[in-house]
């Protein structure tokens, strides 16, 4: 039996993640590269590389592998649906609509790739969108997310709720614009 790499963006994603959190344990420095802090200097192009690569950071190994179990769960479906371009255009859409709103509205900082996670959650609920159909799966996911998510605000938890609703919501929008298209 051969080992595939059945899903390029999803692995690439997942071994950079462990990288630079592999990195930043013997050099912690680094990980400010990968932390969109709420303040920007329009003059720091690292600012601006900030604004995406925040989602390749994470706290420490709970938060990595919290993500990735569900990123290598739903990845590689997504991504043979709609293609390795599409999904990456998605994930940086969604990373960069995160950081920005995060700098605009949000006096913390903001790294890892919960945002992804929802996005891909939403987006794998819309799997069998069909014109003029929409599936109860979506509806009853979208409820469920936003209840827990809308709850999960008033905790003191460390936890960016923000980026996991802007994140579900990214992957609607996402699910409706393709409308159940193929790669």
Known sequence: MQLQYNSPVVLTYTFVCTVVLLISSFMPPVMSLFTVYPTMSLTNPVDYFR?????????????????????LLL?????EKYGSANLLTMMFLTALITGILNVIFFSSGLLGASGIVFMMILLSSMTNLRQG??????????????GKEIVNIFQNNNISEFAHIVGGICGAVFGFMEGGSRK
């Open 133 to 146: 159909r929409l599936p109860l799966t979506f509806l009853l996911v979208v409820v469920l997310f936003l």
């Open 75 to 79: 990845g590689p479906m997504l991504e």
């Open 51 to 71: 604004l995406f690569s925040h989602a390749i950071g994470h706290g420490d190994w709970s938060h990595l592998f919290g993500n990735f179990t569900l990123i």
